[in-house]
């Protein structure tokens, strides 16, 4: 079996290139472009996947990048095909038994479905499944490559890639002992996590939260573990790279990965993110990045519905991605105001009535020009989007459940605040009562040992299953050493006699500038700490310890040998991401220099950072790891089981604690 060890470079010269641009470049270049018998006629193949490397393909490249590379024919393996016995096929699937029986099915015998095949697996293959293909003779001429990819992930984002583990909270945290499903859930992470750094070429130091009794009479329990476990299996995945002869894996540490679990930080998985992004995903009903928005016929009929994804190339999307919901609003209106103002129709259209304009007068004079263009139709569209949240944000009166949430969360709100609020808006969206109480579960987590969490869910009227959402909260439950300091969110056992609960402290160094802009997730703490060397050992251990280039040195010895500057040693040429922040912008078309400059506001970065986080990671910290890339000059990747909205995080806590009802009923019995 050969490894697919090629150096991306050579498709971008000597520029670096962010984590989805290689994981890209891989799938196109490494697989699709070599996949090509020099004595075919035609250059046209069918490229054949299974259910989860369709959607590792689809995260990373567009059909126009596919066809370009030749494929005429995108096929499902699990579904009966036309044969092309003309054609060759490239096979993208991961290394199972069902596959490759599919896979020696359609090339075996005297009539194959496909000409010759190039098969690439997304994983490492096991012995067994190598034998069983070599045992079948007839398709041996038929078999023009053969190669572990090892991409078995998926990039949603320019610095983000999940697991597609959206069961993890009920198979992880849904026992008190690890079971078969549970086993299998950490292992399919570990070798998707593994392949990340196979396919980037580079090794790590692993570092992870530390298991930590709550008290020396209560046993660690297995959630307590799940770092820990997860930490040693994606040890030995890389390991296994490590020590393959024909495989160009790096043999010292060129970045760092820390692991983490929902319990250092629950409050950002429900509280309300303010960001444009985060507004979009939480509030309109959007299916994954696919949103759909009414305009104008062009015949003068009914408005018409069109679809259209928000997501890196659109260079307004970039623009405003992370940008406060009321920053993006003023600067929509401004980049309009800016158009008009330079175009004469639109002053002439727009003098008529006198007055300051709006910006929806604004989008209308300028979708009634002719030279309305897909750049200005997406301006547009954005405008109309801006204005539908602000619009649910005063209907549901969002703002005052945000001032209470992040008063709750710094410690300025409590009881009598949460009271006062239910007492006074009985007709509050069930779902802000119920997301405010989760919050308050997390910051008053005493309140479980007594009857005040019950009768404020009564109060608020939250009918049985969401109360097991608040309830459940209490199994996400942190360590210890939340209590000596703000690394970890959440602790069951607070000082009663503390007059603040709050679980962040606010950060001195940075001004917020929007209201409602004073939250952050914990991971950006955690992640500063440890870009400068500042995670304590003993609550985020490292299980390179052992290796020469970490054991035995000093402090300073160990620090220099993760200097957060330190040149890149990645094996494959990278070219960096950039966080979508404010540029000056003075018209509606000056957001393509976001997607120009992207990929050049630094030439030079440090080592790789990766977070990875089991149960779901948010917006805000996506976010963070956009920040952070410019901020520390290193690219942050955020890994998770999966990337969740509040409502989708609701849901799987709720189908968690049916899984403990038998055993914690005294919980329901308030």
């Known amino acids: 079996m050969s490894m697919s060890d090629s150096d991306t470079s050579s498709q971008g010269g000597s520029e670096y290139k962010n984590f989805r641009q290689i994981t890209r470049d891989r799938l196109l270049y490494e697989m699709l472009r070599t996949a090509r018998s020099p004595d075919s006629k035609s250059n046209w193949k069918v490229l054949i996947m299974d259910k989860v490397t369709v959607k590792i393909m689809s995260c990373s490249c567009k059909m126009a990048d596919i066809t370009d590379e030749g494929v005429s024919l995108v096929e499902d393996i699990n579904k009966r095909r036309q044969p092309l016995p003309t054609m060759d096929a490239v096979y993208y699937i991961q290394p199972t038994k069902e596959n490759v029986v599919m896979l020696l099915s359609d090339m075996s015998g005297k009539t194959p479905l496909y000409r010759d095949a190039y098969v690439f697996f997304s994983s490492s293959v096991p012995k067994e499944l190598v034998n069983y293909i070599k045992k079948e003779q007839s398709i041996k001429s038929r078999l023009r490559a053969m190669k572990e990819m090892n991409l078995e992930y998926f990039a949603i984002d320019s610095q983000c890639f999940i697991t597609d583990n959206t069961m993890v909270l009920e198979e992880l945290y849904g026992n008190e002992v690890m079971t078969r499903k549970g086993d299998e859930c950490l292992n399919v992470m570990a070798n998707r996590i593994a392949t990340v750094f196979a396919s980037l070429l580079e090794f790590p130091f692993v570092r992870y939260r530390a298991a930590k009794s709550l008290d020396p009479t209560t046993m660690t329990t297995i959630r307590d573990l799940i770092p820990t476990k997860l930490a040693a299996a994606v040890w030995n995945c890389l390991i296994k790279y490590k020590a393959l002869k024909n495989f160009n894996f790096p043999q010292t540490e060129t970045c760092e990965l820390l692991i983490?679990?929902?319990?250092?930080?629950?409050?950002?998985?429900?509280?309300?993110?303010?960001?444009?992004?985060?507004?979009?995903?939480?509030?309109?009903?959007?299916?994954?990045?696919?949103?759909?928005?009414?305009?104008?016929?062009?015949?003068?009929?009914?408005?018409?519905?069109?679809?259209?994804?928000?997501?890196?190339?659109?260079?307004?999307?970039?623009?405003?991605?992370?940008?406060?919901?009321?920053?993006?609003?003023?600067?929509?209106?401004?980049?309009m105001t800016s158009f008009v103002s330079k175009n004469k129709a639109a002053q002439m259209h727009g003098s008529r009535g006198g007055g300051e304009l709006s910006t929806r007068d604004l989008q209308k004079m300028v979708q009634a020009l002719p030279q309305y263009s897909e750049q200005i139709d997406k301006l547009s569209l954005h405008v109309d989007i801006a204005d539908k949240i602000n619009k649910i944000i005063r209907d549901l009166g969002l703002k005052e459940v945000g001032q209470l949430e992040q008063d709750l969360v710094f410690g300025d709100a409590g009881t009598k605040e949460v009271i006062n609020f239910l007492r006074t808006h009985p007709d509050a969206a069930r779902e802000n009562k119920l997301r405010l109480l989760m919050i308050y579960a997390a910051t008053h987590p005493e309140k479980f040992e007594s009857d005040k969490l019950a009768k404020l869910m009564e109060l608020a009227r939250l009918p049985q299953d969401d109360m097991s959402a608040v309830y459940n909260m209490r199994f996400l439950e942190g360590s210890s050493d939340s209590k000596k300091n703000s690394l970890a969110a959440f602790s069951l056992k607070f000082d009663v006699h503390k007059k603040k609960h709050g679980l962040r402290k606010d950060r001195t160094d940075e001004e917020a500038a929007w209201q409602l802009s004073r939250f952050y997730p914990m991971i950006e703490e955690l992640i500063e700490k440890l870009s400068k060397n500042e995670l304590p050992k003993s609550d985020y251990p490292c299980m390179n310890d052992p290796s020469p280039t970490f054991h035995g040195r000093t402090q300073s010895e160990s620090a220099k040998a993760v200097e957060p500057h330190a040149a890149a040693h990645s094996m494959r040429s990278r070219r960096t991401a950039t966080w979508a922040r404010p540029r000056d912008s003075e018209d509606g078309y000056s957001s393509d220099s976001i997607l120009r400059h992207a990929s050049s506001d630094f030439k030079k970065m440090g080592r790789r950072i990766f977070v990875f986080i089991v149960g779901g990671a948010t917006r805000s910290e996506l976010r963070v790891c956009h920040k952070l890339t410019t901020k520390l000059k290193r690219e942050v990747v955020l890994g998770s089981s999966s990337l969740d909205d509040p409502p989708q995080f609701i849901t799987k806590l709720k189908k968690v604690v049916l899984l403990y009802s038998t055993t914690h009923q005294h919980l329901f019995k308030r």
């Not at 509280?271 to 305009?295: F, P, Q, S």
């Not at 991605?321 to 929509?332: G, K, N, Q, W, Y």
């Open 260 to 335: 983490l679990d929902r319990s250092i930080d629950q409050i950002a998985p429900v509280i309300h993110e303010w960001t444009y992004d985060a507004m979009c995903h939480d509030l309109l009903n959007m299916d994954g990045n696919k949103y759909v928005h009414e305009v104008a016929s062009k015949t003068g009929g009914l408005p018409e519905k069109k679809e259209v994804l928000l997501e890196d190339h659109d260079p307004v999307w970039l623009e405003l991605r992370h940008s406060h919901i009321a920053d993006a609003s003023v600067r929509l209106h401004d980049k």
